[in-house]
């Protein structure tokens, strides 16, 4: 069963740019979080999706958006990049059990200039 | 704000000891799930544990849940350096499907 699939693996954008991030889950997998990981501040949770409606959202600016399709591939963009962005962007899936283990992807190293 | 503190927050051994880690809130959880993540990857499942007081052995790692649900530790026994990683613990709540997140600790086992 293939894993978490996000690309680009790596990415170098300048400041007020907006970038757009790619999660493919699991198979199955109806529920797509994604987080943001800085060195100083851990794993943020962004917000999820599932089955193409957002249910929760974390503590970050409207400059973050996203959206889930109907074959439960993600996306999130981010607008008017700042520096303080530049951080490891993490999707994972899970089924859509509450407590379902979330499968994490190998993430996206966005870094602004 | 539920909060999950993780202790210690860096540690670094040599190879062959001893090492616990710990996970503790003043909320209660319905599960909390163990992640161990390494350098350019995600995190990776470890364990879930849902009942009170249970314990859950993975080869060389012990993992525990509190009685009452709002704390956690995990005990490596014999550490070695392919254990070396940010091990990050994650509190499930009822009233929502947001996990909690700790801060994680960081690991390095020394040769």
């Known amino acids: 069963k293939a894993g978490v699939t996000q690309t680009p693996r790596y990415l170098i954008k300048t400041r007020g740019q907006q970038v757009t991030l790619s999660c493919s889950p699991i198979?199955?997998?109806?529920?797509v979080s994604w987080y943001q990981q800085t060195p100083g501040q851990g794993l943020q949770f962004l917000f999820e999706y599932f089955s193409e409606t957002q249910r929760n959202k974390g503590n970050f600016p409207g400059r973050f958006s996203g959206r889930q399709f109907s074959n439960s591939r993600s996306e999130m963009n981010v607008s008017t990049l700042e520096l303080g962005d530049s951080a490891l962007y993490l999707c994972?899936?899970?089924?859509?059990?509450?407590?379902?283990?979330?499968?994490f992807g190998n993430g996206t190293r966005l870094t602004v200039t | 704000t539920q909060l999950l503190e993780q202790s210690p927050q860096f540690l670094s051994i040599q190879e062959g000891e001893n090492l616990t880690v710990y996970c503790n809130s003043s909320s209660v959880f319905s599960s909390l799930q163990w992640y161990r993540q390494e350098p350019g990857e995600g995190p990776v499942l470890l364990v879930t544990?849902?009942?009170g007081g249970e314990v859950k052995k993975l080869k060389r790692l012990t993992f525990q849940f509190g009685d009452a649900r709002k704390d956690s530790s995990l005990h490596i026994t014999a550490a070695q350096p392919g254990d070396t990683g940010l091990y990050l613990c994650a509190g499930s709540l009822d009233s929502n499907y947001q996990l909690i997140w700790g801060a994680g600790t960081k690991l390095i086992i020394k040769p």
């Open positions: 198979s199955g997998h109806r529920s």
């Open positions: 544990v849902v009942t």
């Open positions: 994972a899936s899970s089924l859509e059990a509450r407590s379902s283990p979330l499968h």
